[in-house]
C-alpha cells in the first residue's frame, strides 16, 4: 500500500518525476564509463602503469604462467647475462624468448575506440532475403566448449579434417599444431617452436587438404608449411609470399591464400603427398590488408577480409568482398556500409561457408557470430551466435553443418550444433 502511495504521488507530481529521471544514469555514458575502465584495467601494463601499444617498447607480452606484462619491462626484469626473469605477480621463472605477444590485447587495442556501440539484439534481421528460411536452416545449439588456458595459448587458426572428423588448431603453445577429437580429447600434436626447418614459430593460420594434409602459415620466417597428420614435414614454401597469413582449401585441393603486405590472393597448387610444389599464382591483386580467407566447398565462390587502414581517431574497419571461382567480384561490403542496417558497427575477424553456402561471419567486438546471406543475396544479416563468446578468431565446419568457433579471449573451442 506504501509503495502504491509512493508511486501515485511520483506520477501526480511531474516536478519530482522529472527530477529522477534526470538522475537516471545515461546509458551512453555509463557505456564510455566501462569502456574507460576497460582500458585502465586491461590495457595498461600492472608493473610500469604505462599503456599497452603495439609499438614494440610497450607490446604486451604473455609470460608463461599466463600474466601479462609490457616488452620493455621483460627486458628491464631479465637478468643481463642469462635473460631470465621472474613473474612479477607470482614469482615463476622464464626467459624472456619464452615469452610472446599477447595476440587478444593487440586486437582489442586494433579495434578499439572512444565510441560505443549499440549491443545486437538476437532477433534483428535485416536484408531482402527470405530470413526465415535463414534463420530455420542456420539454427544452432551451443554443444560443447573444450581447450582452455594452458591447453591452447593465444590460438589463431582452426580447421577441419573432414576424413577423420578432427579439429586442427594453430596456437602459441609448445606444440604450435593441436589435432582434437570432436569431443574435446587431444590426440595429436607437433609442430615445435625453433628455427629448424620443420619448427614452426609464429602460426597464424591453418587449413587441412583433401587428401589430410595440415597446412600452416608461418609468420616467423614468412612461410607457408605442409605436414602430414603425423608431422612429418612434407614441404615448405618461402620465396612466393610477402606475408603469408590466411588460407583454405578449394574443392580442387589447392590452397587459397592471403598475403596482406602483398595486398594479394595466391593460388598454391601442389602434389601434397609427394611433397612437390607445382605453382604459385597470384590470383587478385590490389587489396588492402587482406587477412582471413575462406572458400565454399560447394560453388568454389572466395571470400576474404580486408582490415581496412584506419584514419582519425576512429578504430580500424574491415571489408567483406566475394569472388567468384573464377575471380570475379561478387559483392563487397564494409563496417560502415553495414552500418547503415544495423545499430552497431562490425568489425570482422573470421569468416567461413556453411553447408548451405551462406557466409559467416564473427565480430570480435560485439562478440558474436553473424550470417551474411548466401552471395546471391549478400549481404543478408541476422546474428546466430549473440552470447558466450569472447573475442572470436576463426571458424569452421564439420560434415554435418556444425558450427565450431575459435575464442581466443579464454583460449577455448566452442561447437554449436545445427538443429
Given at each position: 500500500?506504501?509503495?502504491?502511495?509512493?508511486?501515485?504521488?511520483?506520477?501526480?507530481?511531474?516536478?519530482?518525476?522529472?527530477?529522477?529521471?534526470?538522475?537516471?544514469?545515461?546509458?551512453?555514458?555509463?557505456?564510455?564509463?566501462?569502456?574507460?575502465?576497460?582500458?585502465?584495467?586491461?590495457?595498461?601494463?600492472?608493473?610500469?602503469?604505462?599503456?599497452?601499444?603495439?609499438?614494440?617498447?610497450?607490446?604486451?607480452?604473455?609470460?608463461?604462467?599466463?600474466?601479462?606484462?609490457?616488452?620493455?619491462?621483460?627486458f628491464s626484469?631479465?637478468?643481463?647475462?642469462?635473460?631470465?626473469?621472474?613473474c612479477?605477480?607470482?614469482?615463476?621463472?622464464?626467459?624472456?624468448?619464452?615469452?610472446?605477444?599477447?595476440?587478444?590485447?593487440?586486437?582489442?587495442?586494433?579495434?578499439?575506440?572512444?565510441?560505443?556501440?549499440?549491443?545486437?539484439?538476437?532477433?534483428?534481421?535485416?536484408g531482402?532475403?527470405?530470413?526465415?528460411?535463414?534463420?530455420?536452416?542456420?539454427?544452432?545449439?551451443?554443444?560443447?566448449?573444450?581447450?582452455?588456458?594452458?591447453?591452447?595459448?593465444?590460438?589463431?587458426?582452426?580447421?577441419?579434417?573432414?576424413?577423420?572428423?578432427?579439429?586442427?588448431?594453430?596456437?602459441?603453445?609448445?606444440k604450435?599444431?593441436?589435432?582434437?577429437?570432436?569431443?574435446?580429447?587431444?590426440?595429436?600434436?607437433?609442430?615445435?617452436?625453433?628455427?629448424?626447418?620443420?619448427?614452426?614459430?609464429?602460426?597464424?593460420?591453418?587449413?587441412?587438404?583433401?587428401?589430410g594434409?595440415?597446412?600452416?602459415?608461418?609468420?616467423?620466417?614468412?612461410?607457408?608449411?605442409?605436414?602430414?597428420?603425423?608431422?612429418?614435414?612434407?614441404?615448405?614454401i618461402?620465396?612466393?609470399?610477402?606475408?603469408?597469413?590466411?588460407?583454405?582449401?578449394?574443392?580442387?585441393?589447392?590452397?587459397?591464400?592471403?598475403?596482406?603486405?602483398?595486398?594479394?590472393?595466391?593460388?598454391?597448387?601442389?602434389?601434397?603427398?609427394?611433397?612437390?610444389l607445382?605453382?604459385?599464382?597470384?590470383?587478385?591483386?590490389?587489396?588492402?590488408?587482406?587477412?582471413?580467407?575462406?572458400?565454399?566447398?560447394?560453388?568454389?565462390?572466395?571470400?576474404?577480409?580486408?582490415?581496412?587502414?584506419?584514419?582519425?581517431?576512429?578504430?580500424?574497419?574491415?571489408?567483406?568482398?566475394?569472388?567468384?571461382?573464377?575471380?570475379?567480384?561478387?559483392?563487397?561490403?564494409?563496417?560502415?556500409?553495414?552500418?547503415?542496417?544495423?545499430?552497431?558497427?562490425?568489425?570482422?575477424?573470421?569468416?567461413?561457408?556453411?553447408?548451405?553456402?551462406?557466409?559467416?561471419?564473427?565480430?570480435?567486438?560485439?562478440?558474436?557470430?553473424?550470417?551474411?546471406?548466401?552471395?546471391?543475396?549478400?549481404?543478408?544479416?541476422?546474428?546466430?551466435?549473440?552470447?558466450?563468446?569472447?573475442?572470436?578468431?576463426?571458424?569452421?565446419?564439420?560434415?554435418?553443418?556444425?558450427?565450431?568457433v575459435?575464442?581466443?579471449?579464454?583460449?577455448?573451442?566452442?561447437?554449436?550444433?545445427?538443429?
Open positions: 500500500m506504501a509503495a502504491s502511495h509512493r508511486q501515485h504521488s511520483i506520477i501526480n507530481n511531474p516536478l519530482k518525476a522529472a527530477t529522477m529521471s534526470a538522475r537516471a544514469p545515461d546509458r551512453m555514458q555509463i557505456m564510455t564509463e566501462l569502456v574507460n575502465e576497460t582500458e585502465v584495467s586491461l590495457l595498461e601494463c600492472k608493473v610500469c602503469f604505462e599503456k599497452y601499444s603495439q609499438k614494440k617498447k610497450h607490446r604486451p607480452r604473455n609470460l608463461p604462467c599466463g600474466h601479462v606484462i609490457c616488452l620493455e619491462c621483460v626484469l631479465a637478468h643481463p647475462r642469462n635473460f631470465r626473469l621472474e612479477p605477480f607470482c614469482r615463476r621463472a622464464c626467459k624472456s624468448s619464452e615469452t610472446s605477444d599477447c595476440l587478444p590485447l593487440l586486437h582489442l587495442i586494433e579495434i578499439l575506440s572512444p565510441a560505443t556501440n549499440i549491443p545486437l539484439a538476437s532477433g534483428t534481421t535485416t531482402t532475403g527470405d530470413e526465415a528460411a535463414v534463420s530455420a536452416s542456420l539454427g544452432l545449439t551451443f554443444n560443447l566448449s573444450f581447450g582452455g588456458w594452458e591447453t591452447l595459448i593465444n590460438p589463431t587458426g582452426i580447421a577441419m579434417c573432414r576424413g577423420s572428423d578432427c579439429v586442427v588448431v594453430a596456437h602459441d603453445g609448445k604450435r599444431i593441436k589435432l582434437f577429437g570432436l569431443s574435446g580429447s587431444c590426440i595429436q600434436q607437433f609442430g615445435e617452436r625453433g628455427d629448424a626447418g620443420n619448427d614452426i614459430k609464429y602460426p597464424l593460420d591453418v587449413t587441412v587438404t583433401l587428401d594434409h595440415v597446412v600452416v602459415t608461418d609468420s616467423g620466417d614468412r612461410s607457408v608449411k605442409v605436414f602430414d597428420f603425423n608431422g612429418r614435414g612434407k614441404l615448405i618461402r620465396e612466393s609470399f610477402c606475408l603469408p597469413w590466411g588460407l583454405d582449401t578449394t574443392p580442387e585441393n589447392e590452397i587459397i591464400l592471403s598475403d596482406p603486405e602483398a595486398g594479394a590472393l595466391s593460388r598454391l597448387t601442389a602434389n601434397f603427398k609427394k611433397g612437390e607445382k605453382k604459385v599464382q597470384k590470383i587478385q591483386s590490389n587489396l588492402c590488408n587482406p587477412r582471413e580467407v575462406a572458400v565454399s566447398q560447394t560453388s568454389g565462390i572466395i571470400a576474404v577480409i580486408e582490415h581496412l587502414i584506419a584514419k582519425g581517431p576512429n578504430y580500424s574497419s574491415t571489408r567483406v568482398k566475394i569472388f567468384s571461382a573464377d575471380m570475379k567480384l561478387i559483392g563487397q561490403m564494409d563496417s560502415f556500409g553495414l552500418n547503415l542496417v544495423f545499430p552497431s558497427k562490425i568489425y570482422a575477424t573470421a569468416l567461413a561457408f556453411d553447408r548451405e553456402g551462406h557466409i559467416i561471419v564473427a565480430d570480435a567486438y560485439n562478440q558474436v557470430v553473424l550470417c551474411l546471406g548466401k552471395p546471391e543475396e549478400f549481404p543478408v544479416l541476422r546474428p546466430i551466435i549473440t552470447q558466450g563468446l569472447s573475442y572470436p578468431v576463426a571458424l569452421t565446419y564439420t560434415a554435418n553443418n556444425s558450427l565450431i575459435l575464442d581466443s579471449g579464454d583460449h577455448s573451442i566452442k561447437v554449436y550444433t545445427a538443429s
